[in-house]
């Protein structure tokens, strides 16, 4: 735990460092935001553009460092604590990547964004997958509904079929590159698609255990 909490802390590190460094070379207003066709359509402060994302970064480390500790059920996330500093050096690496292309790309180098970012949002899903089909329940990480919460059973049915979900949602992310500008669609719809169906699928289960 302590080694890929070090990680990720030297993450956060780095984006502060790449920060001070490439401050000097920013412009007054840096892009700060992409459509879905890869085009500028926001802007922030150099000031604040800079440094938005570490400062992101440090809040959700800590959020996430604390989940473990006052979670109500942290025994449970004892279980699969292996698996959730994995998610937390993910996430971190994640928002790490985002932060270089947005400097890069402010630097003056030209790039596809949206194309830039689906391998890196696939990735991201896949090991969400992971990470659902190792979780016990608990009431801050995983699919959170009422009856996954009442019911163990419930939770372990719907988080391994979430699991599964969400890798295939990882893998078609990644190949969304080679589709260009209607990636996206390869994102929004599956994922809102996977969200209800996880939520009606638990509700089900939960009706079969409380009928048995």
């Not at 085009?39 to 604390?66: A, H, N, T």
């Not at 019911?151 to 078609?172: C, P, Q, Y």
């Not at 698609?193 to 939960?206: H, K």
Request: charged share 15%.
């Amino acid at each position: 735990m302590k080694n890929r909490e070090s990680v990720s802390w030297i993450i956060v590190l780095l984006a502060f460092i790449i920060g001070i460094i490439s401050y000097s070379s920013m412009p007054e207003q840096m892009a700060s935001h992409w459509n879905i066709n890869g085009e500028v359509d926001g802007y922030m402060s150099k000031s604040f553009g800079i440094f938005f994302m570490p400062i992101i970064s440090v809040f959700l480390l800590g959020l996430f460092l604390l989940i473990p500790k006052i979670d109500p059920l942290k025994d449970n996330i004892r279980k699969f604590r292996k698996y959730y500093d994995e998610f937390i050096v993910v996430m971190l690496s994640f928002l790490f990547y985002v932060y270089l292309l947005t400097v890069v790309w402010n630097l003056g180098i030209r790039f596809n964004m949206s194309l830039m970012m689906f391998p890196m949002i696939g990735l991201l899903f896949y090991y969400c997958g992971i990470l659902m089909e190792n979780a016990k329940r608990n009431w801050f990480i995983g699919i959170r509904t009422p009856w996954t919460l009442s019911n163990e059973s419930v939770w372990d049915k719907t988080h391994k079929r979430g699991a599964k979900l969400f890798k295939a949602m990882g893998i078609l992310s990644i190949l969304g590159i080679a589709v260009g500008k209607y990636a996206i669609f390869l994102i929004l719809v599956p994922a809102i698609s996977i969200s209800v169906y996880l939520f009606i699928y638990s509700y089900f289960e939960y009706k079969k255990e409380t009928e048995k």
